[in-house]
């Protein structure tokens, strides 16, 4: 069940980059819809048929108030476009294409989530899970035309309801269309925080230290990852202010503190380690709350991967002491490459136990 905690993030992810993708666009689609409202009434009011009538689909011309024009839905999608710029037909588009990608994180979310189905312990979160299955995508057109249907009317000729039934006006086609993407616009939003409140609850029921450690060795991948990159951009600043040279290991130091006080609280810079052997060590940077120790380290000329290899098993000795290292990360930044078969020497240092170096 603790593979559920890579999972999750994935998940949550996904579904992040879909709503920074998305939501706005889905706001501005809605609000496009929206400057449509005021025209029902006026559809309504040039109506000249009736439910049941062999005139439904006649209105009174605007040019010319004493005739009448017998039109279908696309007559009023056009009239929309001249009045509002509004193209309902391309937002309808847009809207389905939007909700097909969610749809797509549906489908991959029931399928990884379906494990909390084999555990008692998560019964609420396995309902919330039907309801991700059984989610609505706004509704269709016909729930809102069904409302504007009169519960009695006169039929003067039964040939019209032998022929399929009901024929529904071509206005309400239109508007009812239009009500129904209203709903399908908003359905992301809602379906965004149903799956985040399901992703949460499980998150919450998952074992709290292993949570912990899948957060924090996700933010310090990244950070080590890019912490070239950024040591790249501080040599370039605006208006030829003078750069920040990373020259040696106290740079990094600082650097590298700077950037963990954005995803840490409590950073304790420098602790001493409990004796080993006669002697005391201090610690680069102590994660408090995540009891991770991390250990830093910048190459130079006569400190390549001997030397480091040497220095780090001296420090894992020292810090197996130490009461809040439950973790041991080594960072070595490396930007000359003075250190030769890179990735045989990262796994030697792997293999020490309670031990990680990037």
Avoid at 37 to 62: L, S, V
Avoid at 103 to 117: D, M, P, R, V, W
Wanted: net charge negative; charged share 25%; hydrophobic share 35%.
């Amino acid at each position: 069940m603790n593979d559920l905690i890579p999972t999750i993030n994935a998940i949550r992810q996904q579904l992040s980059g879909l709503m920074e993708n998305y939501h706005q666009e889905l706001i501005d689609i809605a609000g496009q819809l929206d400057t449509t409202t005021d025209y029902n009434n006026y559809f309504e009011r040039i109506w000249q048929g009736g439910w049941a009538r062999t005139d439904i689909a006649y209105y009174q011309n605007p040019n010319n108030q004493h005739q009448t024009i017998q039109v279908d839905a696309n007559y009023f999608y056009d009239f929309l476009i001249k009045q509002t710029n509004t193209d309902v037909d391309e937002l309808g588009k847009r809207t389905y294409t939007i909700i097909a990608e969610f749809k797509k994180l549906q489908t991959h979310a029931l399928t990884e989530l379906s494990l909390i189905g084999d555990e008692e312990k998560f019964a609420n979160e396995v309902l919330l899970l039907e309801k991700v299955k059984d989610f609505k995508w706004g509704f269709e057109s016909t729930a809102f035309i069904k409302t504007r249907i009169p519960n009695h009317m006169p039929v003067y000729d039964l040939n019209i309801l032998s022929r399929g039934g009901l024929e529904v006006p071509p206005h309400l086609q239109a508007w009812g269309y239009i009500q129904s993407l209203k709903t399908k616009a908003v359905a992301p939003v809602n379906f965004s925080e149903l799956l985040t409140q399901l992703l949460r609850q499980v998150e919450l029921k998952l074992p709290r230290r292993n949570l912990r450690t899948d957060y924090t060795e996700k933010i310090l991948f990244d950070v080590f990852e890019n912490f070239h990159l950024s040591c790249r951009q501080l040599r370039n600043r605006h208006d030829n202010r003078p750069g920040f040279e990373v020259n040696d290991e106290y740079d990094v130091q600082d650097l590298m503190h700077a950037v963990l006080k954005l995803h840490f609280k409590d950073i304790r810079e420098e602790e001493y380690t409990p004796s080993y052997a006669g002697s005391a060590t201090r610690v680069d940077f102590l994660l408090k709350e995540e009891q991770v120790v991390i250990e830093v380290k910048k190459t130079r000329q006569g400190l390549a991967d001997k030397q480091v290899g040497e220095q780090l098993i001296l420090d894992i000795a020292h810090y197996r002491n130490h009461p809040d290292c439950k973790d041991l990360i080594c960072f070595v930044y490396d930007p000359e490459g003075r250190i030769k078969m890179r990735l045989g020497w990262k796994t030697t240092c792997v293999n020490f136990p309670a031990t990680k170096c990037p």
